[in-house]
């Protein structure tokens, strides 16, 4: 790393020490935000994974680009988050991970 001596220390004098709680919102907007940013490509992927065992000539998307089309122009934004409330239930075991290395990784180190 450049600019580090000998003398530096791993840990930086800047940073807070906050409270779980905290954490765990922090955890829980950034997993919320990330699934509903990804959701859509995700339910582009679902949509394709579906209709892999049907003939080649009776599918109803060709590629990943024509699913989104075809959904985009047939159903709208709707069509895109159909069926995230589970997901959005997920997301709070995503933010227990996150504040659990969080706090596994202060122990260690």
């Not at 906050?18 to 859509?40: E, H």
């Not at 109803?60 to 075809?70: E, I, L």
């Not at 895109?80 to 589970?86: E, R």
């Amino acid at each position: 790393l450049r600019g580090r001596t000998d003398t530096d220390t791993d840990t930086d004098a800047t940073e807070l020490d906050l409270p779980l709680s905290y954490k765990f919102l922090a955890a829980q907007v950034v997993s919320l935000a990330a699934g509903t940013i990804c959701y859509p490509m995700d339910s582009v992927r679902r949509r394709l994974m579906m209709q892999a065992c049907v003939v080649r000539n009776h599918r109803q998307y060709r590629n990943g680009v024509d699913c989104f089309c075809k959904v985009w122009r047939q159903e709208g934004w709707r069509g895109f988050y159909l069926g995230i409330g589970p997901n959005i239930v997920r997301s709070v075991g995503g933010a227990l991970l996150l504040v659990a290395y969080d706090v596994f990784k202060g122990m260690i180190y």
